[in-house]
């Protein structure tokens, strides 16, 4: 019985390992075709519905204006922050230009920096916009085509900027915007109305997708639409928000949330979402696919669930946010906490094992404040894991200990019994039960990592605080798999060899920690079926081939957790072999006296 539940831990270990190795290679969809100046032109016109005074659904998220003769450039309001540079597109109040000031494509110091936003007419367009529906069908309200003015020469952090157009019907709408120091950009929506009669009109913001971004394609990170409305996590793919926006002939996904609430497009590292600033305020927040012209779109917009009536003489307004920008986790908690976000963390999909992948970020983080350097700090955390799990993994060693020191004794029992393997088997019970060993024992280092190492991985590979972080030597990005591979001679063959297959890549960090689980393995016990000793025969094998191509970062904790392993197996195995041998002195002594 023994025997087969060693052999089902072995088996769920390593069938754990295969399938994250699985998710962690992903499933990587082919990049969507350029899209063409003439498609960015023809942009739809999509939005959630709210009822009208009448009754009547109308359209409430942004629609672009008819198509025009041809102008000149547009005029553009410069953007400048101490993390963020760009502009805003005057011709319809887009936030079309924006690249971030702290990041680059690359870990080489002169690529090109991070480029989040971009005009809607370019190949990758994405891009914040803000207007307004007339509910009432006759308000004449700004569109794609607007030209506003701006009383200010730019916005940064200590020049807010009121952008202003007149519709010439007695109505003039304002976008007040205000930017601060990280990836905040607060917006004031108002309407003022000095004509002689009332009007209706809904506010609105969208964040818009001119095209399917490039995806990374890992199972374990989600990519897409994201928000948190009324305090729970809404993730949903690209694929989905179509499928389900087929099936509704709408939006994908629609709801009504409180002021606290966020929705916007996510991706590995990246994130922009629009926030409502009011915590009292119900907006419908939907996630939309539009086709056209054989090219798809992608849309997050929020609007009030019903349209500001404006009587004469009076001003109504309309106060959101968007955050635009990298997903660092201290920003992000601060502004959960100062400007009541509810949940903005979890942009970062630090997944199923929130509860452990968090506090081991924040373990690493504060020790790479005293080190500055993760390596550094992942070998320093990985050791404190390693006397936390202590008392645990020292009564395992223990246990392989003793069957290591028994291994001729169950040799000899299985040599007396070949012909009856029941009675070998009822021996080798009697055994273990008076030496007080577990069989099993030997998977108990494995399995306690498992944990451990999924929620690593997690804080590597999604957090933007482990991108392009380095750490010794050849190993200049933790976040990604070490560059280095056997099959061209670690560089000194001219070509590539995982144009070939992916399991062309062994790289040098690899290699080292397959040599520490194969001599960690060669203190334990021998298996002693046949068939279990040939599975951990393979398991370093087959480990060192699935680790190859996962983060840099988490091969150094396996390998370096390894040496610890060792370190401490062979103290307690000389120990027990000295107490063994003290032991059996001592009863020998005892029988001549």
């Given at each position: 019985m023994d025997q087969k539940r060693l052999l089902a831990a072995i088996a769920l270990s390593i069938g754990i390992l295969l399938l994250f190795d699985v998710y962690n290679r992903g499933n990587r969809p082919p990049a969507p075709p350029p899209q063409t100046t003439q498609q960015a032109a023809q942009a739809p016109t999509p939005g959630p519905t709210a009822p009208d005074p009448s009754g009547q659904a109308v359209t409430t998220a942004p629609g672009d204006a008819p198509a025009a003769a041809p102008r000149g450039p547009a005029p553009r309001l410069p953007v400048a922050g101490p993390r963020v540079e760009g502009s805003i597109n005057l011709r319809g109040a887009q936030l079309d230009q924006l690249v971030l000031r702290d990041y680059r494509e690359t870990i080489e110091p002169n690529s090109p920096l991070v480029q989040l936003f971009a005009p809607r007419e370019t190949a990758e367009g994405y891009y914040a916009q803000w207007g307004w529906t007339a509910a009432d069908g006759r308000t004449r309200v700004p569109d794609g085509n607007t030209e506003w003015q701006a009383n200010a020469p730019r916005l940064s952090p200590d020049s807010p900027v009121t952008l202003t157009w007149d519709n010439g019907q007695g109505q003039v709408f304002e976008i007040g915007l205000t930017l601060d120091a990280n990836y905040m950009v607060g917006v004031e929506q108002r309407v003022r109305n000095s004509g002689a009669e009332q009007v209706s009109v809904l506010p609105w913001a969208r964040i818009r997708r001119e095209r399917t971004p490039h995806l990374a394609g890992y199972y374990v990170l989600h990519e897409g639409f994201i928000g948190v409305l009324d305090g729970r996590l809404q993730e949903m793919t690209y694929a989905n928000v179509k499928s389900e926006g087929e099936k509704r002939r709408g939006a994908g996904f629609e709801q009504d949330a409180r002021g606290g609430s966020w929705a916007g497009f996510t991706d590995k590292y990246w994130l922009a979402a629009l926030i409502p600033a009011e915590r009292d305020t119900v907006m419908r927040t939907s996630f939309r696919h539009v086709a056209e012209g054989g090219q798809d779109r992608w849309q997050a917009d929020m609007a009030p669930n019903a349209p500001q009536i404006v009587a004469a003489g009076a001003t109504a307004q309309l106060a959101t946010r968007l955050f635009a920008g990298a997903k660092v986790v201290s920003i992000l908690d601060d502004y959960a906490t100062r400007?009541?976000?509810?949940?903005?963390?979890?942009?970062?999909?630090?997944?199923?094992?929130?509860?452990?992948?968090?506090?081991?970020?924040?373990?690493?983080?504060?020790?790479?404040?005293?080190?500055?350097?993760?390596?550094?700090?992942?070998?320093?955390?990985?050791?404190a894991i390693k006397l936390l799990f202590f008392p645990l993994q020292n009564k395992a060693y223990h246990s392989m200990a003793k069957m290591k020191i028994l291994g001729p004794k169950m040799q000899e029992i299985r040599e007396r019994h070949k012909?009856?393997?029941?009675?070998?088997?009822?021996?080798?019970?009697?055994?273990?039960?008076?030496?007080?060993?577990?069989?099993?024992?030997?998977?108990?280092?494995?399995?306690?990592?498992?944990?451990?190492?999924?929620?690593?991985?997690?804080?590597?590979?999604?957090?933007?605080?482990?991108?392009?972080?380095?750490?010794?030597?050849?190993?200049?990005?933790?976040?990604a798999p070490d560059p280095t591979n056997l099959f061209n001679l670690f560089g000194l063959l001219p070509f590539d060899p995982m144009q070939y297959s992916h399991f062309l890549h062994m790289p040098a960090l690899a290699l080292l920690m397959g040599a520490t689980m194969w001599a960690q393995q060669r203190l334990n016990p021998q298996p002693p079926d046949p068939i279990q000793a040939k599975i951990f025969a393979w398991m370093?094998?087959?480990?060192?081939?699935?680790?190859a191509s996962f983060p840099a970062g988490l091969v150094v904790y396996w390998t370096w957790n390894n040496l610890l392993s060792i370190a401490q197996q062979s103290y307690i195995m000389r120990h027990d072999r000295a107490k063994l041998k003290a032991e059996r002195r001592n009863g020998a002594l005892a029988k001549k006296g």
């Open positions: 400007l009541g976000i509810t949940d903005f963390d979890k942009a970062v999909d630090f997944g199923w094992f929130y509860f452990l992948t968090k506090p081991f970020f924040y373990a690493i983080h504060w020790i790479n404040g005293l080190v500055h350097n993760f390596g550094v700090a992942i070998l320093i955390f990985t050791l012909e009856d393997p029941q009675k070998a088997q009822t021996e080798m019970m009697a055994l273990y039960r008076s030496e007080k060993v577990n069989p099993a024992s030997g998977c108990l280092p494995i399995v306690i990592q498992i944990p451990v190492f999924f929620s690593l991985y997690k804080v590597i590979f999604v957090t933007i605080e482990m991108r392009h972080a380095p750490f010794v030597a050849w190993i200049r990005d933790l976040s370093p094998v087959i480990f060192t081939f699935m680790l």
